[in-house]
Structures are given as C-alpha cells and as structure tokens.
C-alpha cells in the first residue's frame, strides 16, 4: 500500500479489533510516520474465537490519504472471501482492475469459517482441519501384458477397472473403410479384463452395418448408477450420420453383448436430427474426417455434453430420460448458439473445440474462432455474465479451473501453449463471467506457455487439477513427450517437479478419483502409464501401497499474514479410516526427511497423537505427516486426519 499521507489515524479497524500499523515494512528500523509515496503495512486483528465453529468477518479500513495498487496488496486467512467497497455498504468480490478503481476503495473485508479450540495459555488461537490424504508409491503400471489399440485418454469405474476408447477410429486412422475403434478394458494391475474385450464400436461387414465413430480425443464416463460407458460419437447407420452419444454395458466386464438395449441402435442417443453431418461437403476440422465432428465430453447430474462440430451447437443428452434409456435432454437436446457461432472446426494441428464442467456449468472453446462458450448444464440457458458466444483473446486448445493458493477454484480457463499471435495465453473467468485471466501470475503464464512443442498441442485437450496443483502434457506422442505439474500455493514448479517436466510419451493426463497423487497418461502407443504426483517419478500408484500422506502446506489453515509465522505450534493429530488395519505409525517430516523423534511414532488407542513437543523449529511452516499401515490390503486406502494447531489471532493485512 502506498501512503501519501505522514501518519495514519488511529481508529483504522472496526470495534473489537486492534490495528497495528508498520511504517517501514522493509526495514528493521522504526519509524512512526512515512514520506509520502513510500509503502507501509495495516494488520486488523480479530480476537480469538471461542470453542467450535464461527462465522468470522474482518474488516479493514484504507483511510482516504492511502490507496491500494492490486490483489498482491491483501492479504488474509487462506480460504477466506475478499471483498471490496468504495462506501462501506456495497460490497463486491470482484477486484478493481484499474489505479482508479483501486484508488475509490476504502474498505476491505475477509470473512471465513474458523474451526476453533479457543486459546492456548498465550492467548494464541487453537484451530483444527480435517483433511484426506493422498497416496505415493513406487514401481510402474504393468500394461505390458495386455496394452492395446490407439488409446487416448483413461476412464475409471468403481470396482478397479480402468478403460480408454481409441481415437480416430482406430488403427484405421483415416481410412474409415479400415475402421477398427473399440474400447478397452484392464484391471489396475495391468492384465486385460478378458477376451470380451477390446469391445469393437464398428461393425463394416457382419450385420447390423454400422460406424461409431471416434475422434482425436476420444473418452467415455463411467456411469456409477446403472454401470455403463457412454462416449460421445458420430454414428452412420443406414446412411444417416448422427451427432451424440452412444452406451456399453460395463457392470459384468465377462458380457459378451455390451450394447445398452441389446443392440448399437437402442444404445446410441442423438442429441437432434439438425445436427446430422452430411456425407459430403461437412467440415469439421483438419483431418477432413467425419470422426472430427465431435469435440470434447463435460458431464454434470447425468447430463452429457458435446461439440456437434460441423453446426456450431452443443449437444445434451440426459442418460436418465426414458426410464434410463437415456434421452435428449429436457431443456434441448442442441443448444444453437445462432448466426454468431455456426462451426467450430479445428485449424491446421490446433484449435480443436472442447467442453469442461465447473460447478453445473458447462464451458466450450470455439475451435479455430476466437469465441467461447458457457451455459448451464439443467436449464441450457447462459451463464451469468456471459453473451454467448463471447469473445476471448485468441484461439483454445485446452480447458481447465484455475486453482487458488488455498486449493478452491476460482475460475474456469481456456488456453494454448506456444509463441506468436496465434500461440499461447491464458484467460480465465470467475462464477458471474468477470475476467480473472490477472489473478494467475505471470511466472505461471510464461513458463505454461512455454512447454510447447510444435503441432502437438492440439492432441491433448483438459488440464486436471487437484487441489492448489494442474498438471498438464505437451502431448508429444512420438517418444520425447514430457508432463508437468505447477502449484499454485507456491507460484512455481510443484514440490520434487521442475521446469524439465517428467518424460512422458502422452496425449492426456488423468486423475485418478480414488487417488489424487496418481496420474495416469495414454498415448499412441498404446500403454498406460502412472506417475507418483508426489514424487514426481514414473510409479505405480495405481494399486497402492497402505500409505497414507498429508501435506500441511495444502491441508493446514493459515491465519497470519506471514508466511513465515502463520503456523506457531502444533497440538495433535487424530487420525480416521474405515479402511481395516493391525497398527499404523506417524512419520513427519520436513523438507522430505524425517524429523529426529518424528519417526514411526505408534498410534494409541484413541489414534491421537500429541504433537505438543514438535517444534516449529524442527517441523517448519509445510511438514508432511505420513501414516503407514500395517496389515492394511494392498489397496486403496480412506484416510482422514484432523489436525490442531496454534496460530496468531485472524488478521486482514494490506500494504
């Protein structure tokens, strides 16, 4: 915060609140006054909430001699809501993007929720967290005895299968004629789920003749309800070359007929007949082939979502009308963005559109246009904020949610890697349609963008997140291909990754849902690999081990406006699992290595264990707490902890 005034008023923070004020915040010297122009520091302080859970709000006066400059300016307890007024009675949490409009601002408020213990013998706050734990592990996916097919992406069911569709209609690649897509099946431990699969989509010389095709990026979703795949495809039967979606039968993966209704016709839903692609004369992208004409699968509350690519719409399909049989979808089953958006066709390796969902919202790039797209995944009317279709600052490639340093989601982002015009940018938009392509910094945005590798960027598709975490490949298939991982709660390379990225022959990468530190990646080749996102090493996280990891830096509440302080003392760790064990025992360490003392400390029967004598010194701000089971199956462990700690009185800091 700049000052241009010599000292600041007293009565700066609202009732029950202290303000501390810092003229030299740079120095060590002590000054009770400033030049006009240099910066200092505001610290509202809130006291110590009483035991249990509150709703608290912070509020910090910007006297009218100071103004502040940006976001970077306030700082508050992670995860809280920032807010802004220029009166004191309007507030907004959309932040100023202009000198001016940060000049007018004259009070800032954090509000959270605080889970309190009340206060230690020093008047310091007691406050707790649960969190789940992820899980690292070593070794590598074995797919060597039963890897198949040109697949693109991975998808999971919930009883330790893992399935991929392979893309552009297989090894037949352009060839329609040659067409041999199928969708394939293998346990987590590598072998195939047996001789009913692969599962061929295709059928050009037995009856029924009929063509599911798929595209580049082709993926399926696991529906957990009724056990079923659905992928979205362009379906040619009886000469009609239909845009939706089509449906197997996976909950026994022994069936040998895995048509949904028993046949391909009664499996495949059409989202509307004015979205069927002529046989000739279509155009929907640079491999000139009809599997071109989807892009993309977002689903939200059984609701799938497409690109009809040679129409401009998109296509919803509801898989729980017609008494599950699926259907088009209430609020319609094609959503015509008009005159302004009639194709969105891919260019020449780039561009090719996509769909993402966040928070019942379903968002699409405009292919090779400079346009986007978001609407409501019940009602398909608009988002809030949004005219579709709006414009954006270059052409997507990818799709994905922008994490905060608190590991929320603070928006929904379209992207290209790459340099020059037509080349890489970042641009990202919060839940009421306000561009906050500013709040990534532009350290994430340089070194994003400049991962690229010539023509590879357009085979992969959407950036997965986990909690402050993205990860992302340069979707080189041909052998040189690297993955990275940025975290945003450290504004640089996630902890044991670096700007090298790991090697990686890949098209997309995939979260595994029952592990958020296990990344799986599919390719040309046909293999599936995992990766430990812990580690940053090639692993086989994919059966892992009965360990159970916590990071404090993602999982611990921070209530200081210091890094350095935030964290003042640690109470204890209690731990939770409906996983059966023998025994488990705490590891925690610092930087990687354990901590003297800290080493396969035994769990007691009340799976607490008192952290009262672990120090600061030794644990610093961002230990990690590591539970080893014993006796535990070698399969995926639910493990939850709440932890206590001590930390400073809730502060809302500006400088």
Request: hydrophobic share 35%; proline share 5%; charged share 10%.
């Amino acid at each position: 915060m700049l000052a241009s005034n010599i000292e600041v008023p007293p009565a700066s923070a609202l009732d029950n609140m202290t303000l501390v004020v810092d003229y030299t915040p740079d120095s060590s010297t002590v000054a009770t006054s400033v030049i006009p122009g240099n910066k200092i520091d505001l610290t509202a302080t809130a006291p110590v909430a009483v035991a249990g859970t509150t709703q608290q709000e912070i509020v910090q006066d910007i006297g009218s001699q100071l103004r502040l400059s940006s976001t970077a300016d306030i700082i508050a307890p992670a995860g809280w809501v920032i807010s802004y007024s220029t009166d004191g009675t309007t507030w907004t949490t959309t932040a100023p993007t202009t000198p001016t409009g940060w000049n007018a601002v004259t009070k800032v408020k954090a509000a959270g929720v605080l889970v309190s213990q009340g206060a230690d013998n020093s008047g310091r706050q007691i406050a707790s967290t649960d969190a789940n734990a992820g899980q690292p592990s070593t070794g590598q996916f074995p797919t060597t005895t039963g890897a198949t097919g040109d697949g693109w992406n991975v998808f999971f069911d919930d009883a330790g299968h893992i399935f991929n569709v392979w893309h552009h209609n297989g090894s037949g690649g352009a060839n329609v004629s040659n067409s041999n897509q199928a969708i394939d099946c293998h346990l987590r431990t590598g072998e195939s789920c047996g001789p009913s699969w692969p599962f061929k989509i295709v059928s050009l010389s037995t009856a029924p003749i009929f063509n599911m095709h798929t595209s580049e990026q082709s993926g399926g979703w696991f529906d957990t309800v009724d056990n079923e795949i659905w992928f979205p495809t362009i379906y040619t039967s009886n000469g009609v070359n239909q845009v939706g979606f089509g449906c197997i039968k996976a909950g026994d993966v022994s069936l040998v007929n895995k048509w949904c209704g028993g046949t391909p016709d009664s499996s495949f839903i059409s989202g509307g007949a004015a979205a069927n692609v002529p046989s000739t004369g279509y155009s929907c992208g640079q491999s000139g082939q009809i599997y071109d004409c989807t892009g993309g699968l977002a689903q939200y509350n059984g609701r799938l979502f497409t690109w009809a690519v040679n129409t401009g719409d998109i296509v919803c399909v509801d898989i729980r009308e017609n008494g599950g049989a699926g259907g088009p979808c209430s609020t319609g089953g094609l959503v015509d963005f008009g005159a302004n958006l009639t194709n969105v066709r891919s260019g020449n390796y780039r561009w090719r559109p996509t769909v993402g969902e966040w928070d019942g919202r379903i968002y699409g790039s405009g292919g090779q246009n400079l346009k986007a797209v978001c609407i409501d995944a019940m009602t398909g009317a608009a988002c809030t904020g949004w005219a579709n279709p709006k414009a954006i600052s270059k052409a997507a490639v990818h799709f994905s949610k922008l994490p905060t340093a608190q590991g929320g989601v603070a928006g929904a982002c379209f992207s290209a890697l790459g340099p020059g015009a037509n080349g890489g940018f970042f641009q990202c938009f919060d839940s009421s349609g306000t561009d906050i392509s500013s709040s990534a910094t532009s350290n994430f945005t340089t070194k994003y963008i400049a991962t690229y590798v010539a023509t590879y960027d357009a085979y992969s598709q959407n950036w997965e997140t986990n909690g402050s975490r993205m990860y992302w490949g340069d979707a080189n298939w041909q052998g040189m291909g690297k993955i990275y991982c940025w975290d945003f709660a450290l504004d640089t390379w996630c902890r044991n990754w670096t700007a090298s990225g790991i090697p990686d022959t890949n098209y997309q990468l995939t979260i595994d849902p029952t592990n958020p530190y296990c990344i799986w990646s599919n390719s040309n080749d046909g293999i599936i690999q995992t990766y430990d996102a812990y580690t940053g090493a090639a692993g086989n996280c994919a059966v892992p081990p009965p360990t159970a990891v916590f990071e404090a830096g993602v999982v611990v509440p921070r209530m200081a406006c210091s890094s350095v302080d935030a964290i003042q003392g640690w109470r204890s760790f209690v731990l939770s699992t409906t996983s059966s064990y023998t025994s488990a025992t705490l590891t925690v360490k610092n930087g990687g290595v354990a901590i003297t003392g800290w080493t396969n400390i035994s769990f007691p029967v009340d799976n607490t264990v008192d952290l009262a004598t672990l120090t600061i010194a030794e644990s610093g701000q961002n230990p990690t707490f590591t539970v080893n089971f014993t006796g535990a199956p070698r399969t995926v462990m639910s493990a939850r902890v709440s932890l206590q700690l001590v930390a400073p009185h809730n502060y809302v800091c500006a400088h």
